[in-house]
């Protein structure tokens, strides 16, 4: 990916710590912390805030190229965002259909974090069952 082009076709202007930031993030294989990038990019040598990391976070969530997976704890890690992958939830019995974000990434996220665990494969269906609330307040 050209980082460069990247960044000025979502609108975002072009500096050497967005950049860099985008860069890490591009280049990890799942979701990494703000220490991450930082520590990433004073090992490169890139002279870089840690405010700045936070800033360019905060402006790639907004523009809908990262995603922000709470930890719990006050912790958060980042990921770049890929299709929008989607689960249809069904009410068995009144068969109405709600459709939500897949949660998995912030699932495997936290297990990553508690237990360091990471997984190589995915399996979870699309559509899910249950049942919804209206449904239960009738039963």
């Not at 997976?69 to 259909?97: I, P, R, T």
Request: include cysteine; charged fraction near 35%; hydrophobic fraction near 30%.
């Amino acid at each position: 990916m050209e980082i460069e082009q990247y960044l000025r076709q979502h609108g975002i202007k072009v500096t050497k710590g967005r950049i860099a930031v985008l860069d890490i993030i591009c280049k990890s294989d799942g979701a990494v912390s703000v220490e991450y990038i930082f520590e990433e990019c004073k090992r490169c040598g890139m002279n870089i805030d840690l405010s700045t990391v936070y800033r360019s976070l905060e402006l790639f969530e907004g523009k809908n190229i990262v995603g922000k997976f709470d930890l719990g704890k006050g912790k958060y890690s980042y990921a770049l965002k890929k299709e929008d992958h989607k689960h249809v939830l069904q009410c068995k019995l009144c068969h109405k259909e709600v459709e939500i974000d897949c949660p998995m990434q912030q699932i495997k996220e936290l297990i990553k974090d508690k237990t360091g665990f990471v997984f190589d494969k995915e399996e979870l269906d699309i559509k899910l069952e249950g049942v919804c609330e209206e449904c239960r307040k009738q039963e």
